[in-house]
């Protein structure tokens, strides 16, 4: 019903930018807080930072002040600036997006198949 498609992962040396897309379509009736997670092999996944609707924001203490995250309603996106990247950044990046279904309007989680950040020299 809703898709997320995440864009923008790769290789980068440490210290250097990545910036990653997602793009929510489907039946949404209405696009609620949207998020980036990372899992790290042999972690759990955990939330990189996130933002409502509203444009308020959260992040995880290990990347404030080096990512930034922001959306377009309009078109639907979400995007995580990834600045002064760490080798333990490297991980997969996952969105997230709280939806009130069209179809139901039922509020349900989505999520992205996921992009591969490695960081490393």
């Known amino acids: 019903q809703v898709q997320l498609v995440e864009s923008g992962g790769g290789l980068v040396q440490p210290g250097g930018s990545l910036r990653l897309s997602c793009a929510a379509s489907?039946?949404?009736?209405?696009?609620?807080?949207m998020g980036w997670y990372r899992q790290a092999p042999g972690k759990q996944r955990e939330l990189v930072a996130s933002?409502?609707?509203?444009?308020?924001?959260n992040y995880a203490d290990s990347v404030k002040d080096r990512f930034t995250i922001s959306r377009d309603n309009a078109k639907k996106t979400v995007h995580l600036q990834m600045n002064s990247l760490k080798p333990e950044d490297t991980a997969v990046y996952y969105c997230?997006?709280?939806?009130?279904?069209?179809?139901?309007?039922?509020?349900?989680?989505?999520w992205g198949q996921g992009t591969q950040v490695t960081v490393s020299s």
């Open positions: 933002i409502t609707s509203a444009g308020s924001t």
């Open positions: 997230s997006a709280n939806v009130r279904v069209s179809t139901s309007l039922r509020i349900m989680d989505y």
């Open positions: 489907g039946s949404i009736f209405r696009l609620n807080a």
